[in-house]
């Protein structure tokens, strides 16, 4: 499928195969593309072989002419290239097009030879241009088209792609459309692109891919990540007599392959993105379908749910994989000390009203597509850029808004501080009389406390400290932890529930230092790592 043809790079002997390696060549190409224009079923192959090489002479003078390219970019010869693609002109031409494309991209060394290639913004109109993405091989050459793309990203290139003043990054938003493809291979080589979008280190980017396409990017990817999980459970449910073993490896090989390109993300350290990524998996995926699984097994009631032993697994290799402290300190923090309050409404409603960012707790399908978010943020895009189609006047707008909420937050200033100068002396005096106020009653209190203290028994010290503690004990997941340790039934959970500490205790992100108190019934408040340090040993024997 990419193979090359016998007469590509160095594939000839002789003077008839180095004269084609030469600007004379190259001008004769250029003469056999301005007389063919127009794609017809006769002069296709010619146009194919034509531009095969080309691609060859290009590559050639990279490394021996830089004549060559001169030439190139002199003729805008590119052009030909994107009208070829434009008259529709069959699969054929498209393959072949997109085939040369990458090779000639993968083979460029020189950084100025690539700047001749990527100005003018022809190859952005590539990336945009609408093939037929049904076609597997047309797919195949694309996506690795842009893989190869990505590669060449550094802070010098990614001005080529990424257009700041439209907000407009093809190679990206392109990329990411095909994130959930039925074709894996096309999927790992999403992730790829992404990954090397995201490691370069400039500021301008990475805002616009926080702004515009963060939230329905990373929502669209958890729930995909979740609908997944969703099917292994089914799986592992339904196949009873272990018949679908094959079907079940490989849904647990994908969702490990998740895991480790979210985890590649964390580590890039880019910390606005991985806020978002936090929030979206915390709140969307580990804690509302994971966790919640431990606890509620009856199927019925609207949120979805997993079986025990697959949630615990699944958090197990979250916590064996991830390393992002604070997400998994943050997981770890609910399953060790949290309650069933972190999923009530309530709580949904104050997240939502403290903060518009918060998501909330619950694995739900995103209100829009990916594409069709991406395609509203482009539009809005536009619409901005309409009243100022010349760049000089980009952020005028912003810059009146701006000018007008630091007016208003003058003016509530200067109110607040003569409020503030007229009430200063009441403030005051009212400070201190609340201070004589509280001092009294805590004289008084600490009088009560010491006459009931004398007149109490150790035993009723006792018996009231235990009720206590067990009033206040309220760790639905702590407490499926401790049951499945004590083995009541067999030990199948236990084992699941081992895997899960383990996983944890030795977990880089330090989530190992969340404190941990002993359920009513045992001595003392203790460390994890005092708890684990047998169930290490254990596993270890295993």
């Not at 359920?519 to 708890?531: A, I, K």
Request: glycine share 4%; aromatic share 10%.
């Amino acid at each position: 499928m990419f193979g090359r043809s016998r007469s590509w790079v160095g594939g000839g002997h002789g003077k008839a195969a180095r004269s084609i390696h030469s600007l004379d060549h190259l001008k004769y190409m250029y003469h056999i593309l301005t007389k063919n224009t127009t794609v017809t079923d006769h002069n296709r192959n010619l146009l194919v072989e034509t531009i095969r090489s080309i691609t060859e002479i290009l590559i050639w003078g990279d490394q021996n002419d830089s004549s060559v390219f001169d030439f190139f970019l002199e003729k805008n010869m590119f052009v030909f290239f994107l009208n070829i693609l434009r008259q529709k002109s069959g699969r054929y031409v498209c393959v072949q097009l997109l085939q040369t494309l990458n090779i000639l991209f993968e083979n460029i060394s020189h950084e100025t030879s690539l700047y001749y290639l990527l100005s003018n913004n022809y190859v952005n109109s590539i990336i945009v241009h609408k093939f037929d993405f049904s076609d597997e091989e047309i797919m195949a050459y694309y996506i690795s088209f842009l893989k190869t793309l990505s590669l060449k990203l550094n802070n010098h290139t990614v001005h080529f792609f990424y257009n700041e003043h439209t907000n407009d990054f093809a190679l990206y938003t392109e990329a990411i459309k095909f994130f959930n493809h039925p074709e894996s291979m096309v999927r790992i080589a999403v992730r790829t692109i992404t990954l090397n979008v995201y490691k370069v280190d400039n500021q301008p980017m990475l805002h616009y891919i926080r702004d515009k396409t963060a939230v329905p990017y990373f929502s669209n990817l958890v729930w995909f990540i979740g609908s997944h999980v969703i099917e292994l459970d089914n799986c592992v449910q339904t196949d009873e007599e272990h018949r679908n073993r094959g079907k079940l490896s490989d849904l647990v090989a994908e969702h490990l392959d998740h895991l480790h390109y979210l985890n590649d993300i964390l580590i890039i350290n880019c910390e606005f993105l991985n806020d978002v990524l936090t929030d979206h998996l915390l709140n969307r995926l580990f804690l509302p379908l994971y966790v919640y699984s431990l606890v509620n097994q009856d199927k019925g009631g609207e949120r979805p749910k997993i079986s025990l032993q697959v949630s615990l697994y699944l958090l197990s290799q979250v916590f064996l994989i991830i390393h992002y402290a604070p997400l998994v300190n943050s997981l770890a923090e609910v399953i060790l000390n949290g309650d069933l309050s972190v999923f009530s409404s309530k709580v949904e409603q104050d997240i939502q009203k403290n903060s518009a960012k918060s998501s909330i707790r619950c694995f739900i399908k995103p209100t829009e597509t990916l594409e069709r978010s991406l395609e509203i943020n482009k539009q809005k895009g536009k619409k901005r850029m309409q009243k100022r189609p010349n760049y000089k006047n980009v952020g005028e707008e912003d810059e009146e808004e701006r000018g007008s909420e630091d007016n208003q937050d003058d003016l509530d200033k200067s109110k607040g501080t003569e409020a503030s100068s007229k009430g200063v002396r009441t403030s005051t005096e009212n400070e201190e009389i609340e201070m004589v106020i509280m001092e009294r009653c805590k004289l008084s209190e600490l009088s009560i406390s010491a006459v009931t203290e004398q007149n109490t028994t150790d035993e009723e010290k006792s018996a009231a400290a235990s009720g206590s503690e067990i009033t206040n004990w309220n760790r639905p997941f702590l407490d499926m932890v401790y049951n499945a340790l004590d083995c009541p039934e067999d030990d199948y959970y236990a084992l699941f529930v081992l895997c899960l500490l383990y996983a944890m205790s030795h977990n880089k992100g330090k989530c190992c230092y969340v404190e941990l108190t002993a359920r009513p019934g045992l001595e003392e408040t203790v460390n994890l790592n005092s708890h684990l340090l047998i169930y290490g040993v254990i596993i270890a024997v295993l």
